[in-house]
């Protein structure tokens, strides 16, 4: 640029201008490529990440499908108000106590005929898996509290203990101690809380950060069929005598 200033040859302003003009276009079009190559990063960013939250929805639904279905089987009356948004459905107190009274001894609403305490233990190790691949599989583009999140899930004390329910029945009948129920789900924390409804706005928190990040505003629901009485399990099916 001082070149173009200073001097008074033609010939030598004109280069000087060229090579101006030819700087700002190479910036610029390094500038727009650069913007576009991002634009593009973004896009696929978005599009795996939305992948991986459709992903995580089969594991939470299948965690939340199973507490909805334990309530019926356990609960003595039909919600008075209900839909099919779980977090309706768990926010009526009477879940979180008709769940302690679920005997898992008893069959659960599946063929071939299983009781609870099989049923779940499937059920909950699919869930957990579930969470440990998202994990083990995108933990590359994931931020380290969402893969923290997850692997509290996978982890977390009540799916345990749902999955070694035939382990502490063996572990009964090896001390001659005889059960007429099991209620696996009748657990109480040293602090009090409840460890079920943490464990479920724990599903919800996640869910929610994925929406956010993915511009998914599609939510967790319920089949409407659940409270059917043609629909097993019936209300009360599995609830202790």
């Not at 639904?61 to 019926?72: E, G, I, N, T």
């Not at 948004?85 to 898992?104: A, G, I, Q, R, V």
């Not at 933990?139 to 329910?165: C, E, R």
Request: glycine share 2%; hydrophobic share 40%; proline share 2%.
């Amino acid at each position: 640029m001082l070149l173009f200033f200073k001097t008074t040859n033609s010939t030598a302003q004109d280069f000087s201008l060229n090579l101006i003009t030819e700087i700002i276009g190479i910036f610029l079009t390094v500038f727009f490529i650069d913007f576009v190559l991002r634009r593009k990063e973004e896009k696929e960013k978005k599009k795996l990440l939305s992948n991986i939250y459709a992903q995580y929805l089969i594991s939470a639904k299948r965690l939340l499908d199973f507490f909805a279905v334990a309530y019926k089987a356990s609960t003595l009356n039909k919600p008075s108000e209900w839909d099919t948004d779980f977090k309706t459905l768990f926010s009526n107190p009477e879940f979180y106590s008709s769940l302690k009274h679920l005997d898992f001894l008893k069959n659960a609403p599946i063929a071939p005929t299983a009781n609870w305490l099989n049923y779940s233990r499937s059920q909950m190790i699919l869930i957990s898996d579930g969470f440990e691949k998202l994990i083990d599989k995108y933990a590359f583009i994931m931020d380290s509290k969402t893969i923290s999140d997850l692997d509290y899930l996978s982890n977390y004390w009540v799916i345990d203990i749902i999955k070694s329910g035939q382990h502490l029945k063996n572990i009964d009948e090896s001390l001659n101690l005889k059960r007429d129920s099991f209620c696996l789900l009748n657990i109480e924390s040293d602090n009090n809380d409840n460890d079920i409804k943490i464990l479920i706005d724990k599903v919800f928190e996640v869910a929610e950060y994925f929406r956010s990040i993915t511009d998914d505003n599609s939510n967790i629901h319920y089949s409407s069929d659940l409270w059917r009485n043609d629909i097993m399990p019936k209300i009360g099916d599995s609830r202790e005598d």
